[in-house]
């Protein structure tokens, strides 16, 4: 654990800066489209499947650190539907996407039911299926940390840091890493009040999906991810 705060601090207050290093031209530039994308329908949010079992209280009551995961299913119609109201929720809090762009999710569904395996994008308008399991490969070629392979699925959290430094510098992409924090602890506690489980995680390895996810690591970035499993 690095823990020299002496060094830190600049890096730290290296963030706080507005001035872009972009040639003003982020808005020209988007995240590649998919072609073959299919659009997909997450569960009604009504559904019953979705109406958590657990409040607040006692989710984080319930919280307990383990390294094995359920190898049962998890529907993901309704994991699409968790992770499309919290990047709604983002989209609200913070009303940024026009400027600073829009978070997207990819979720690679390894074990589930009520829609078919593979990756799927999410955001808060759009919801589509873009591959099956065999162009996602091995779970275990994904992560760094071969525990968070046995889960149900993987939910990585991507910004589009090109328009964030355009908006404004270092510190358009400090917010999209808290909006992208946010956003993945949201999707991860409706996950958890819903009685699934699941980790929070920086070791997910772009370069095994860069090629699935169109992702240049500037117009389209991962910050952050998150496991979901059955207990
Ligand atoms: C930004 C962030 C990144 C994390 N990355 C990892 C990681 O790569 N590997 C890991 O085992 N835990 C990681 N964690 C910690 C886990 O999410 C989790 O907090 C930890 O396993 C302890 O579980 P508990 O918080 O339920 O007690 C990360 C947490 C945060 C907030």
Redesign the pocket.
Known sequence: MRNDLAALMPVLEGFSSRTSTSDGRAAERGPVPFANAVPAEPAEPLAEELRPVHDLRDTLLR???TMHYGDGPVRTDVVLSHLREALEQDRADWGMDAEAGELEAFVFAFRGEGAPPGVYRVTAGDCSHLAGPDEVGPPENLV??REFAAAAGIVAVYANLDRADTWAGSHGYRVCAVRA?MATYDFHLRCQAAGLVG?????LIPSAVRGLVHSDGVTRHPL?ATTYARP
């Open positions: 919280r307990r650190s760094l940390q924090a980790s929070l995680f920086g070791g952050l």
